[in-house]
C-alpha cells in the first residue's frame, strides 16, 4: 500500500514539476540584471537583446591547445609561444567569451553573492561553447574543478560543480563530482603572477577513484581561465590516473 503511493506521488510530481517554473514565472516575471526589462527568453534572466549582444569567441583565430587569442585575424592553426616552452597538460582548453562586460559581472554574482538564479543563462554559454569546440558524442564524463572542503563550507556551494551537473545533463552525459578531489588548500590566484600561480596549485589536486576516468575522454570544467594554472594542474591528475584525453572548459577568459 505504501509502496504504491510513494509510486502515484512520484508520477505526480513527475507531471506538475515541469509547470513550477512557469507558474512562478507569472508570479515573479524574470527580468533581466542588464537591462531591467522583462526576460523574454523562456525560463532565463538574459533578455535576448543583452544576450545577443555577449561576443562569444569564434571557432577558430585563437591558441590550439589553450585557446588564447591573439590580435586580428588568424586563419591558420597554431600554438601559442607559452604553450610551446611549456605544454599543458590538458589537451584542449576553451572559453565562451571573455571576462568583461556583462559576462564577468553575472560570473563575479553567481560566484561571490549565490545568485544561482544565473546557473542556466552561464550555463547556455557553456553549452554553446562545448558544442562549437568538442565533440559531446565523445565526451565519456564531465568533471568540475572541486573546491577545497574549507572553501566548500564557506561558500556551501562549487559554482563549477553545478554548471558541471546542468551542463552534463543538457547533453546526456555522466556528471562525476567525486573522483577529481583537491587535498591541499591554495592560495586565492586573482594577483599571482604565471609563475606563481603555477607554484600555487603544485600538487593541489589527486584523483581517488582512478578506475573512474581511466582510458575516459574528460570535460573540465570551471567558471574562468587565465593563465591555465588550476586547469593544467587537475589534467595532470586526470592523466596521471589514466585518462585518455582531457579538455578544459571555462564560461570566461581572463587575459593573461
Partial sequence: MLLSKHILLKRWMSRVKPWIPKSLD??????????GEPSDREQRHWCWTCFQKIELFPQRGGCERCG??????????????????????????????????????????????????????????????AKAHFQPAVIDAVIPVPLHTLRHRERSFNQSALLAETLAKRMDRRCDTHSLVRVRETDTQTKLSAVQRQT?????????????????????????MTTGATLDECARALKQSGARAVWALTIARRKR
Avoid: T
Avoid at 26 to 35: G, I, N, S
Avoid at 98 to 110: P, Y
Fill in 200 to 224: 600555487n596549485m603544485a600538487g593541489a589536486f589527486q584523483v581517488k577513484r582512478p578506475e573512474w576516468v581511466a582510458q575516459r575522454n574528460i570535460l573540465l570544467i570551471d567558471d574562468v
Fill in 68 to 129: 588564447q587569442r591573439v590580435e586580428g585575424n588568424v586563419e591558420h592553426s597554431f600554438v601559442c609561444d607559452v604553450c610551446q616552452s611549456h605544454p599543458p597538460r590538458f589537451d584542449r582548453a576553451r572559453a565562451a567569451a571573455d571576462f568583461s562586460g556583462n559576462v564577468r559581472e553575472m560570473i563575479l554574482a553567481f560566484k561571490y553573492q549565490s545568485a544561482l538564479w544565473m546557473r542556466q543563462d552561464l550555463c547556455d554559454l557553456l553549452e554553446g561553447a
Fill in 26 to 35: 507569472l508570479l515573479f516575471p524574470r527580468v533581466c540584471p542588464d537591462c
